[in-house]
């Protein structure tokens, strides 16, 4: 028997539709009206939003919404596009920065000199604990947000658009190191020798340019030895805990990549097929890098990866400068770029070219070469 009055249930064809109150027939019976979403929260926001903004017979009865509210609405209807430690780190910039000092503020007096005071004060002094100003770049994360929800109150007829756009600050482009080609052979050869459950996966970010998420989920039967081929279909994600048993505010899960994309199958070469022949009949675990029968926590996991570093006096880099390091290899060797974007699991090449490759001076040398062998042949 279905339920009556407003409630929220979950359909056969696996969205969420909630019921919703909006009159009276003349015969005194209740006109419900139909919400949908792909989650309960979606739906409840939603359900929430047509309640308080509805103008109804009476328009001054409309409520006026906080920025709190708007944004607490933005973040619910977007959970499922945000999710993994996307939605952890808005959660955060939300939670610490954003409602602090914007949340009580009603909506209609959400102004850009409002916005470019609090933006100009986190550069200046909005470090949590009072020493300094955030960087450009996480000021530049938390507008993002605030711009979205904004845009968000804006489609709902919430409030008018800000005559102004927004400024945000310029993204920093930081110099990522690589390891260099004799640094790289020196970690590997070393590497080889030892062969246990960190090494393998060091080998392998080396050699495909998977991210250490993606590292640390692999399991031996994503490895296809008889077609030579990483089947890469999951990653380790961190994630908002709501089990108030657990006392813990994130924990990690095994999910699907953010991105079709990622989804790939990495070939696997000659040099690597041999390694991995060699640690599979080595393996204690089902996960290529792991030990027990869990997987290995991707920050145990680089502090793993920064003791072998230690230990062989080479470059400390962060784990993803494997990757970098691994596109830089395969331009180097002459890889065309849409390939090479393919294997990384990048939507575009632009992405490929202007963020991993990184050209060396030897390379540059080279291409210069290039022009002068050219001029002569004229």
Not at 101 to 123: A, P, Q, W
Request: include cysteine; aromatic fraction near 8%.
């Amino acid at each position: 028997m279905p339920k009556r009055g407003e409630n929220i249930h979950k359909r056969k064809d696996g969205r969420w539709e909630g019921r919703l109150r909006t009159g009276f027939y003349s015969n005194g019976k209740t006109v419900y009206k139909s919400i949908y979403g792909k989650t309960y929260s979606e739906v409840k926001s939603k359900m929430y939003l047509a309640k308080n903004n509805s103008l109804g017979d009476n328009p001054c009865r409309r409520k006026e919404f906080t920025f709190g509210e708007i944004i607490t609405l933005w973040s619910n209807i977007n959970r499922v596009k945000h999710r993994g430690t996307t939605e952890a780190k808005y959660d955060y910039l939300i939670k610490k920065h954003i409602l602090p000092e914007l949340g009580n503020f009603n909506i209609s007096n959400i102004t850009n000199y409002v916005l470019n005071d609090f933006m100009e004060r986190k550069l200046k002094c909005g470090r949590l604990d009072r020493k300094g100003g955030l960087s450009k770049s996480y000021v530049r994360s938390i507008m993002i947000i605030i711009n979205s929800a904004l845009e968000f109150a804006v489609n709902e007829q919430i409030c008018k658009p800000l005559k102004t756009v927004v400024y945000k600050p310029s993204p920093e482009k930081n110099k990522l190191t690589i390891l260099s080609v004799m640094e790289q052979q020196k970690l590997e050869g070393n590497l080889i020798k030892r062969l246990d459950a960190t090494s393998v996966g060091i080998l392998i970010s080396l050699n495909t340019g998977l991210r250490i998420g993606e590292v640390c989920a692999l399991s031996w039967e994503d490895i296809d030895f008889e077609n030579r081929v990483i089947h890469v279909g999951a990653t380790i994600i961190r994630i908002k805990d709501d089990n108030p048993i657990s006392g813990m505010a994130t924990k990690l899960m095994l999910s699907r990549p953010k991105t079709s994309s990622s989804i790939r199958d990495i070939p696997i070469s000659s040099k690597l097929f041999d390694i991995l022949k060699k640690a599979y009949y080595k393996a204690q675990s089902k996960y290529v890098v792991s030990d027990n029968s869990s997987f290995t926590s991707p920050r145990t996991y680089e502090y793993r990866f920064h003791k072998i570093l230690n230990e062989y006096e080479i470059t400390p880099v962060n784990y993803h400068a494997l990757r970098h390091t691994f596109a830089t290899r395969c331009i180097e060797a002459g890889m065309d770029v849409k390939t090479l974007s393919e294997i990384l699991g990048h939507s575009n090449v632009s992405i490929t070219l202007n963020t991993y490759v990184h050209s060396s001076m030897d390379l540059k040398r080279k291409q210069i070469e290039k022009l002068e062998t050219l001029l002569l042949d004229l």
